[in-house]
């Protein structure tokens, strides 16, 4: 006997709603989606209103195609190489190999998580699309507090990119939402993720 390929739980939500930490929790190996990012020197990179920057939070700014093709190749042989990305540099400085050791489930988590939900669906690998939601006021200060210890841009930057993500944090559920996620919160999302359906078993 001999299973189907893994399936993959895509695990939203806006930047700073604990998509880690509940990843984390969950006990399933982890796909961390934003290491692929772009580089910041590609130029497909979408602009900031009025060209002061990248907008690091438009999908524009992730690679799609990529993040899929490991998805991929995580649920067909249950390994592959992902980039390792610094976002402080704003650039992959190399690659890491991510290997589901068996496990029929696997989570993929990151801000750009629901724009693969579709695709994931069509292929036929999709167990789970979650959005994590909360207060946008917990959500900014969590947000802040993680990126200003993490180095990840200069100080500026990080107060006013927090103070437009918590003004947009309910759009940006909504968006995410329509694109094929359940909203929930942390305990709910944990619950969904350990009844999530796992491939069924078949004979060669």
């Known amino acids: 006997m001999s299973s189907l390929p893994a399936r993959v739980i895509l695990l939203a939500g806006p930047s700073g709603s604990g998509k880690s930490s509940l990843a984390a929790r969950a006990g399933l190996p982890v796909l961390a989606l934003d290491d692929f990012y772009k580089d910041g020197d590609d130029p497909s990179l979408p602009p900031l209103p009025g ?19 490991a998805i991929s190749a995580l649920c067909a042989e249950g390994a592959a190489d992902t980039p390792v990305y610094d976002i402080a540099a704003s650039a992959a400085t190399g690659t890491a190999r991510l290997d589901l050791g ?24 999709l167990a789970d699309a979650l959005c994590l939601r909360g207060r946008p006021s917990t959500t900014a200060r969590r947000r802040f507090l993680r990126d200003l210890r993490e180095g990840r841009k200069a100080l500026p930057f990080l107060l006013r990119r927090g103070w437009h993500l ?39």
């Open 51 to 69: 060209g002061s920057g990248t907008d690091w939070d438009a999908p524009g700014s992730w690679n799609a195609d990529a993040a899929l093709a």
């Open 102 to 125: 068996g496990a029929p489930l696997f989570v993929a988590e990151g801000i750009f998580a629901a724009e693969i939900v579709g695709r994931c669906r069509e292929l036929g690998v």
């Open 166 to 204: 918590m003004r947009a944090e309910r759009a940006i559920v909504a968006r995410q939402v329509t694109l094929g996620c359940h909203p929930c919160g942390a305990d709910a999302a944990l619950a969904r993720i350990r009844t999530a359906p796992v491939a069924e078993v078949v004979a060669p």
